[in-house]
């Protein structure tokens, strides 16, 4: 059974920074792509950043680049996103997902994707 789960949320200053983590398990995700996505209160589920699998290629939204990293550790089965320079309009639920298709691909969706997280709350103060 596959799972993803997020932790690493909580409540943050702006200005401050925060490290989620997605542990997986269940499966090999050889030739997936690990993402990150993200939804505030009242918004549709955004795209926020994806990172293949076997090559860690990386994308970001364009609203979170230069300040977000996602990363990965395949021995520890464990994705991150290292968040800087948090603004309060990143409040939102964050979640883990992983598909077996690919950078573009994920990056254009924000639902129907293979497997999700229950997602972690990120609560930015101004």
């Known amino acids: 059974q596959v799972q993803l789960v997020e932790s690493g949320g909580g409540l943050v200053q702006a200005g401050g920074s925060l490290r989620l983590s997605c542990a997986a398990s269940g499966r090999t995700f050889s030739g997936y792509t690990m993402g990150w996505f993200r939804q505030a209160p009242g918004k549709e589920r955004e795209f926020v950043a994806a990172i293949t699998w076997t090559t860690g290629i990386t994308a970001y939204a364009a609203s979170v680049k230069g300040r977000f990293i996602i990363s990965r550790d395949n021995a520890k089965m464990t994705v991150y996103l290292q968040m800087n320079s948090l603004e309060p309009e990143d409040t939102a639920d964050y979640y883990c997902?992983?598909?077996?298709?690919?950078?573009?691909?994920?990056?254009?969706?924000?639902?129907?994707?293979?497997?999700w997280g229950e997602g972690t709350l990120v609560t930015v103060s101004s």
């Open positions: 997902a992983a598909d077996p298709r690919g950078l573009v691909d994920v990056s254009r969706t924000a639902y129907g994707l293979a497997y």
